[in-house]
DNA sequence: GCGCTTTAATACGCCTGCGAAATAATCGGC
DNA sequence: GCCGATTATTTCGCAGGCGTATTAAAGCGC
C-alpha cells in the first residue's frame, strides 16, 4: 500500500515507457511485443521457478500451444531456455537466460526511471 | 521527481498489469495489443491535438504506413476516429471517441490500482 | 503390460501487421 | 495555372501469431 500513483500518473508512465520502447530506447528492440508475450516473461522471471508450459498457460488463462510459441519467439531472442524435466519428462522446464535477465532488468530500470520523472 | 518507484516494483506493476490485461480483466479484450499500438492510443489521448499522421509517426520514429494501419485497427475497435482538416485537406485529423477515452481511463485506474497493491 | 490420462509440440487454414514502393489528392511557389 | 513537394493511403509479397484439432511421448492405475 505505499505506492501512490494517480490515474493521470499511471497513464503518462505507462505512455512514456511505451513510447521508449517504440523508439528503441527500451531494453531491446521489440517495439511489437504483445501483452501476452510480456507477461509469459515477465512470469518466467518474477515468478517462483520451476516454470512448465502448463503452470504459465494456467496462470495467464491462454492455451498451450500459445505458450509454447511463445517461447519458440522468446528463445530465438535468447531471453529464455528450455529443458526437459528428467524428473517428469513429459514437463518441459523454462529456465532464464543471462540475456533474459538483462532484458528485464534494463525493462525495470525504464519504468522506474520514467516514474522518478513524472509530474506530481 | 514525486514518484518513487523501485525497478523491481516497476516489474511487479508491469507484470500485474500485463497479467490483468491478457486474463481479460483489463479495460477490454485485447490481449495482443503491441506497444506500438498502445503508444499511437496514448499519443492520442495525451498529447494536445491535433493529431496528424505525419504528427504520430514523427513523434514514434516509425512510418506513416504503420500509423495508418494502426488506426485502421483502432478504428475498428471505435477507439479513434478519422476525419480531413478541411484547413489543408492532405492531411487527416486523429479524434478521440468516446469508447476510447473510456478505455484508457480503464487502463489508468487499473495501472494505479495495481500499484497502490504493490509491496513496499 | 495395457489402456487412459497428461504434457508439449505440431499441422492447418486464417488473419493481421510489417517494410518498401507506388498511388492519389492537395498544397504552394513561381 | 503548373510542377514539384507533401500528406496519407494502398498495394505487394512476406513473416508471424492465432485457435482448433491432432500427434508424439511419457506417466499412472489396475
Known sequence: MSIVL???QALRLLSDVALDV???????????????????????????????????????GVTKPV?????DSLGALELVTRRRDEADRRNVI????VKGALFVEQLGDLVADKAKGLAP
Open 22 to 60: 517504440v523508439r528503441d530506447k527500451g531494453p531491446q528492440n521489440h517495439p511489437d511485443f504483445t501483452f501476452r508475450q510480456l507477461s509469459i516473461l515477465m512470469t518466467i522471471y518474477l515468478e517462483k521457478p520451476p516454470h512448465t508450459v502448463r503452470g504459465i498457460a494456467g496462470r495467464l
Open 67 to 71: 505458450v509454447t510459441r511463445a517461447l
Open 94 to 97: 523454462v529456465q532464464r537466460t
Open 6 to 8: 494517480s490515474p493521470q
